[in-house]
């Protein structure tokens, strides 16, 4: 089997993976299915937004968590927003976590909240290197000359 075969097989069963273990679901299909040969970066230049807005967004529900007086409406802001980039891009975990998470900001449940937003970045952490483990596949398969597989 050449190089470009096993690259392509790799994707292949990296991609199920992360659709069978939840990180991802339908609508980063969908995010793929708009990517073409006139945008070919597309889905990279789309999660590389939702990278450093989630980095943006970590950083303030810490901040907001750890005030004083915790302005649970902010801290709410923060989740739902999270909540929909994630969900945008198809993490499914991380979105996930987010509906608990503000399910706990609508109780005031300090503790629970804390708990969230550790959960929240574990599972953005997981879903960035495995995405980033996806975009790095998709390299090698082009530099070795081959096609990144649609997947179905």
């Keep these: ?9 790799q994707f292949v069963e990296y991609t199920t993976s992360l659709y069978r273990e ?12 708009l990517q073409d ?3 070919p970066d597309f889905v990279v230049e789309v999660v590389s937004l939702f990278f450093e807005d989630s980095e943006k967004l970590l950083n303030n529900l810490t901040t907001a968590l750890h005030q004083e007086n915790i302005d649970y409406k902010q801290v709410d802001a923060h989740v739902h927003q999270f ?6 891009i198809g993490a499914q975990r991380v ?3 987010c509906v608990v998470f503000r399910n706990y900001c609508d ?5 629970g909240c804390v708990v969230c937003l550790q959960q929240a970045k574990n599972e953005y952490i997981l879903v ?19 096609s990144v597989p649609m997947m179905v």
């Design 1 to 9: 089997m050449d190089t470009v075969s096993q690259l392509q097989r």
């Design 22 to 33: 939840g990180y991802l679901d339908d609508q980063f299909t969908q995010l793929q299915k």
């Design 37 to 39: 040969e006139s945008n």
């Design 83 to 88: 909540k929909g980039s994630s969900s945008s």
């Design 95 to 97: 979105k996930n976590v």
């Design 107 to 111: 109780e005031k449940n300090l503790d």
């Design 128 to 146: 960035r290197n495995k995405l980033e483990t996806l975009f790095n596949l998709e390299q090698q398969i082009l530099q070795a000359g081959g």
